[in-house]
């Protein structure tokens, strides 16, 4: 191929990148701007944001000649910030349009722009509400008459029959100011969507224009309450020690508002012929977008003899779309143990080619101990079961006798390796010996990702210097991705001891992955000890922008200064790395690696030993 077919070759994926690009849409957070001002005032200005969704796109703004609208700047990439400007010099009373035009997108996107000039001018200049359907109103808002003195009217209209906008007062004297609210009445008729209006002040002088201020209305669906887990149950042991009848239940909701809620314990028909349903707290509120948690229990006081009851918690929340819930509640109560375990599910992550993650300890207990009894615990059985993937899922590896109890826990593993990307479910189910309760169930969640990290030459920097010899020279270290992924990364220093300047870096400091950067020490004027510091990276994925997994690598520096010499450890490579040696079972050794020690002084040797060990598989 020659250098005229590459170059070729390039101009035509420019080209079609290019074409790529500009199939995306630009879009603009105001779709029209509004400007009032007064006779002779200086330009007005307001912000427009642009942006495009998933990808930067370069554009171009172009604005009418002889135009009182002046735009800045008249090109960026989004997202950008503009500043549009109104100029309301040499111009007479009255009202002006204009408009300017963004290109770069899949087509070009006009801005309308209007100018009011007159003996009064207000701001803001527009006005936007949302609103919440069988939510709180917003607070109403105040615009500012600005101007020479004089009578004004004010007038509200929408773009509905009924008319959802209101101002007040409807009349009055500039200089002063207006409340512009929502109509309680027409609001709440409104269904959702989006709702334009305007508020309309007309001042009393002789040839003043009259000004008008966009008002703009969302108005949002009432937003669901969601319950976990939808239903509770409860057991209750006659004589038990450890009896916890209680179940936490969240609440939570999508609202752009807090809801309040209240939740009344409602029981069927019993021998005690009460009410044995708490619900703790019994009102309250959901935070706007969060959740709050009730607590449904057993009211132990109302002496239910043994058997199975049940009943539900009524849920009112005033806001919401569904504004009456139920919650069904049941309850065993037996003179036999129950048995106790944890439902909330265990989950696992692991990184293909990464280390397989620890294993995880779950306590079970009984209702007729406490769960540091060194007597009367429950004998258990556990057993595993995975829905895909094979025999992934490890419960009690060991094969020791479990049983309720913090000093018997039950350890539960995962054996990922040959997994593929995905995630896998499983369960360990827990039997008590003479349990009133059946078999508990453990959900387990194992995710296997492949998701790229950054990774480092070295995990450790050491300097040696001696007082009176040469600097330490500089050492590299080397970025690189645990897969294909480019990422971005930021390397940056910080000293934790001896001072703030001795430690540096050079090179590469910000970059992409299959780089290095030189970490280096200044040692002018330290005094015999060690100096400590780090080095860290952080990282992001070129494809999403979103930080890796390890993102804020760190990399402890030390610094050991002595006025006697200092043995000197050199690493092969570029950038220098620890050896890694590669086998194939039951073939031939690697071949060896050299790692070559020195003095810090060439006129002083040092003399040395060496011990090499290992943490597993024997020396």
């Known amino acids: 191929m020659t250098n005229r077919d590459y170059v070729c070759r390039l101009i035509v994926w420019s080209a079609a990148a290019a074409g790529l690009l500009s199939a995306q849409s630009i879009s603009v957070d105001k779709s029209s701007i509004s400007f009032s001002t007064l006779t002779g005032a200086q330009p007005v200005a307001q912000s427009l944001n642009v942006t495009s969704p998933g990808v930067s796109i370069s554009f171009t703004v172009q604005t009418p000649a002889g135009s009182f609208v002046q735009v800045a700047p008249l090109s960026g990439i989004t997202p950008s910030a503009l500043t549009v400007t109104a100029s309301p010099v040499n111009l007479l009373p009255g009202v002006y349009n204009s408009k300017f035009t963004i290109s770069g997108g899949a087509?070009?996107?006009?801005?309308?722009?209007?100018?009011?000039?007159?003996?009064?001018?207000?701001?803001?200049?527009?006005?936007?509400?949302?609103?919440?359907?069988?939510?709180?109103?917003?607070?109403?808002?105040?615009?500012?008459?600005?101007?020479?003195?004089?009578?004004?009217?004010?007038?509200?209209?929408?773009?509905t029959a009924s008319n959802w906008l209101q101002v007040s007062p409807l009349s009055g004297v500039s200089p002063g100011t207006l409340s512009v609210s929502l109509n309680a009445v027409a609001a709440a008729g409104l269904g959702p969507g989006a709702y334009s209006g305007a508020v309309t002040v007309t001042p009393?002088?002789?040839?003043?224009?009259?000004?008008?201020?966009?008002?703009?209305?969302?108005?949002?669906?009432?937003?669901?309450?969601?319950?976990?887990?939808?239903?509770?149950?409860?057991?209750?042991?006659?004589?038990?020690?450890?009896?916890?009848?209680?179940?936490?239940?969240?609440?939570?909701?999508?609202?752009?508002?807090?809801?309040?809620?209240?939740a009344t314990g409602v029981s069927n028909p019993n021998p005690a012929g009460k009410n044995w349903i708490l619900a703790n707290p019994s009102s309250g509120s959901i935070p706007a977008n969060g959740s709050s948690q009730v607590s449904v229990g057993f009211d132990a006081t109302v002496n239910l003899?043994?058997?199975?009851?049940?009943?539900?918690?009524?849920?009112?929340?005033?806001g919401a779309a569904m504004q009456q819930q139920t919650i069904p509640v049941s309850l065993a109560v037996s003179n036999s143990p129950f048995?106790?375990?944890?439902?909330?599910?265990?989950?696992?992550?692991?990184?293909?080619?990464?280390?397989?993650?620890?294993?995880?300890?779950?306590?079970?207990?009984?209702?007729?101990?406490?769960?540091?009894?060194?007597?009367?615990?429950?004998?258990?059985t556990v057993s595993a079961s995975t829905s895909s993937g094979g025999p992934w899922l490890l419960v009690n590896p060991q094969g020791a006798a479990l049983s309720t109890g913090s000093a018997t826990p039950i350890p539960i593993s995962v054996n990922p390796v040959g997994l593929a990307v995905g995630s896998y479910s499983g369960t360990v189910t827990v039997s008590g010996t003479n349990a009133a309760n059946g078999p508990q169930m453990i959900p387990v969640?194992?995710?296997?990702?492949?998701?790229?990290?950054?990774?480092?030459?070295?995990?450790?920097?050491?300097?040696?210097?001696?007082?009176?010899?040469?600097?330490?020279?500089?050492?590299?270290?080397?970025?690189?991705?645990?897969?294909?992924?480019?990422?971005?990364?930021?390397?940056?220093?910080?000293?934790?001891?001896?001072?703030?300047?001795?430690?540096?870096?050079?090179?590469?400091?910000?970059?992409?992955?299959?780089?290095?950067?030189?970490?280096?020490?200044?040692?002018?004027?330290?005094a015999a000890g060690t100096c400590t510091g780090t080095v860290t990276i952080a990282?992001?994925?070129?494809?999403?922008?979103?930080?890796?997994?390890?993102?804020?690598?760190?990399?402890?520096?030390?610094?050991?200064?002595?006025?006697?010499?200092?043995?000197?450890?050199?690493?092969?490579?570029?950038?220098?790395?620890?050896?890694?040696?590669?086998?194939?079972?039951g073939g031939n050794s690697s071949d060896s690696q050299t790692i070559t020690l020195g003095s810090t002084n060439s006129k002083a040797p040092l003399h040395y030993s060496l011990l090499a060990n290992t943490p597993n598989n024997g020396n």
């Open 539 to 585: 990282a992001t994925d070129t494809s999403t922008g979103n930080p890796v997994l390890n993102s804020g690598v760190k990399i402890p520096v030390t610094l050991v200064i002595s006025a006697n010499p200092l043995l000197t450890v050199y690493l092969a490579g570029n950038p220098p790395s620890p050896p890694v040696f590669t086998a194939l079972l």
């Open 445 to 526: 969640v194992l995710t296997v990702a492949d998701d790229p990290m950054v990774v480092t030459s070295t995990g450790a920097l050491q300097f040696p210097y001696q007082i009176g010899q040469s600097a330490p020279a500089g050492q590299a270290v080397g970025v690189t991705s645990s897969t294909a992924t480019i990422l971005n990364y930021t390397a940056t220093a910080a000293a934790s001891t001896c001072g703030n300047s001795w430690l540096g870096l050079s090179g590469a400091t910000s970059s992409t992955t299959n780089n290095s950067f030189t970490v280096s020490v200044n040692t002018a004027g330290l």
């Open 339 to 380: 048995l106790m375990v944890p439902g909330t599910p265990v989950n696992f992550t692991y990184e293909i080619g990464g280390n397989i993650p620890n294993s995880r300890n779950v306590v079970a207990s009984s209702t007729a101990v406490a769960a540091g009894a060194a007597t009367g615990q429950m004998a258990l």
């Open 204 to 262: 009393s002088a002789s040839g003043a224009a009259a000004v008008t201020i966009p008002v703009s209305l969302t108005v949002t669906p009432a937003p669901p309450v969601t319950i976990a887990p939808a239903s509770v149950n409860l057991d209750y042991q006659l004589g038990g020690v450890n009896n916890q009848p209680q179940q936490p239940v969240t609440l939570s909701t999508t609202s752009a508002q807090a809801l309040s809620f209240s």
């Open 305 to 318: 003899p043994a058997g199975t009851y049940l009943g539900n918690v009524a849920l009112n929340t005033p």
């Open 107 to 159: 087509a070009p996107l006009d801005v309308p722009v209007t100018l009011t000039v007159s003996s009064l001018a207000a701001s803001p200049a527009s006005l936007s509400f949302a609103y919440q359907i069988n939510g709180n109103l917003p607070p109403a808002s105040t615009v500012n008459l600005t101007g020479q003195t004089q009578a004004f009217t004010a007038a509200a209209a929408s773009s």
